[in-house]
């Protein structure tokens, strides 16, 4: 039996074209119905899954490289997963050129249990030029990254992206589930660098959870906001919030948009995670209370009594970082890593 969720938030009549700051800057995730329900992607996917196809197929640029589609056997059900062991996946890569894959999809379009396929992140100024002339939320965030994810009936394990995500059915309809960020303990998080698409997910099936082995799903599932989402409708996804994607029909498109808040020179926290594995965890109890103390000055409770006793231009890492900073203190790490 599937999850139980909560209604995720709703707000109605947006203009994609001008989304106001309290969307775009919202900390809690919520639903943007029809937000793109004029798009002409949307109005064609509304007639049809063939109609849907045909219009991303007249985009696809000549000569672009293959894409990467992912599939999986009928039995997975379209839940990409790892094998019994975590030691592999239930599924396999391939390099196919875009329009070979939208004339798979739809060949299995009638079949009742095809075999599940997914082009996931795919770069659509890339694959697709043209598309966003007419298709494009003018998001003003200059280095937002756009991606279209194709396929059928698939599903996406809950995991995190450290962007803010904002996401758009634009053909088949989609069921997402939401967690907060604080529920990472209850959600039973595979390995953090042997994942299946480049982030670390969780272990559960929300299509049935195992309480027995994953007890404190029970605790997490209190906390799901939950919605299903028609052609035209969108889903705002702040930083860091677990999200699981369920595409409900034989044909799925979806459009999103990543960016970041943050200046360009920051790197991901999870090389920081990483770093604090390979240097910190495996401490004695008391070192590691120390260097609690340590992070907790310099990093998660930084401010003027951390480096207001230095002169400005002493305080070096400790000051305001910038682009130069920032390379300066890369390259001083990789140093330390290469010794």
Known sequence: MAISTEALPERHGLDYRALPEDVLHSDTPMVLRGLV?????????RESAETAIDYLAGFERAGAPPAVATVGPPEIRGRFFYNE??????FRQEK????VALKTLRKYLPEAAPPAIYLASTTIDTWLPGFRAANDVPLPYPDALAS?????RTRIAAHQDVPDNLACVVAGR????LFPPDQLRNLYIGPLEFTPAGQPISLVDFAAPDLNRFPRFAEAQRHALGAELEPGDAVLIPSMWWHHMEGLEAFNVLVNYWWRKTPAFMDTP??????????VRDLPQEQREIWREVFRHYVFEAGEETAGHLPEAARRVLGQLDDDRARDLRARLLNRLNR
Do not use: Y
């Open 270 to 279: 999870m090389n920081a995670l990483m770093l604090a594995l390979l240097t």
């Open 85 to 90: 062991d975590l030691s592999g996946f239930n």
């Open 174 to 177: 989609r069921r997402v589930t």
């Open 96 to 99: 196919v050129p875009l329009g």
């Open 37 to 45: 329900a004029s798009w002409p992607m949307v109005q064609a996917a």
């Open 148 to 152: 279209i994810w194709i396929g059928n």
